[in-house]
C-alpha cells in the first residue's frame, strides 16, 4: 500500500530529524577551558566591529585555532546577524553552534532547532521566571541545549528556581554598556552561596580581552569563556585564540 511505503520513509525523515546534536556540555565536560568564539559583525555597544566581515573565513579561523563552540548573533536589526549566516555556516562545521539571540518567545526555539543551533541563549533580563521556565521546558524537548545569561544577583536567583545547567555570567550591563570582569567573580560567590547544587556550567562573557583576563576567569573557576570582539577584531583570530588559551598572564581583576 502506497501509505505504508510513505510512512516508512517518513519514519526515517523523523529520526534524522531528531538525531542527537552537537553538544556544547560534552565539551564543558572534556576541556579544562571550553571557548566559545563569537561571529558578530556589530552591536549596540561598539558599532561597527568588521567592516570586512567575513564570516566563513572567520569561522574558519576559529577552527584552526582550536575554539570549541561557535556563537553566531542572528538579530539583524542592532547587530547585523541573520537566520541565513547560521544556516550557511552549520553547513560548514560539526563544532555547536550557539544561536545568540533575544528569545522571548517559545517559537523562537522552534526556529533556532530549524536554522541548526544546538544551543540557544535565554537572556534573564528580558524574561520573568513563567517565561523562562516554559522556553527551557521548549528547549529540552528539542534537545537544545540552553545558557541562560545573569547579570546581577535578581537574574540569578531567578535562574535558580529552574532547572537550567547553563549559566553564563554577563560582565557587561546591557543598560550602559560598562564591563566589568568582577561580575563573574560576585556572581560565582553568591552561586556558591545561595545553592548547595555543585552541577552548573558557568561561562563568563564580553570583555575578555587578554591572557591575564582567561587567567583570571580560570582562577575563579569558570568553565568557558565566551569571546567576540577580540576575535573579531583580531588580525588573526587563529593566533589570537592561542594566544589567549596559552599565555599565563598576570591577573589585573584581583581586587
Ligand atoms: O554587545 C552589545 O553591545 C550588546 C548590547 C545589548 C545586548 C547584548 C549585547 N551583546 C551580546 C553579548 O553578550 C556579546 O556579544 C558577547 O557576550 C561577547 O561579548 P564581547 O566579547 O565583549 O564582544
Known sequence: MILDKIIKEKEKEVKALKKSRHSLIEKLKAEELTLIAEIKKASPSKGLIRKDFKPVEQLMAYQAGGADAISVLTDQKFFQGSNQLLESLRKLTELPILR???????????????????????IAAVLDLEQLKELLATAEKLKLEVIVEVHNEAELDMVLNTEAEIIGINNRNLNNFEVDLNTTAKLLKLLQEKTPRQNYYIIAESGIKSAADISYLKELGVDGVLIGETLMKAESPAAKIKELSLSKGESDHDS
Open 100 to 122: 545568540k539571540e533575544f528569545i522571548i518567545d517559545p517559537i523562537q526555539v522552534y526556529q533556532s532547532f530549524f536554522i541548526g543551533a544546538d544551543v540557544i541563549l535565554l
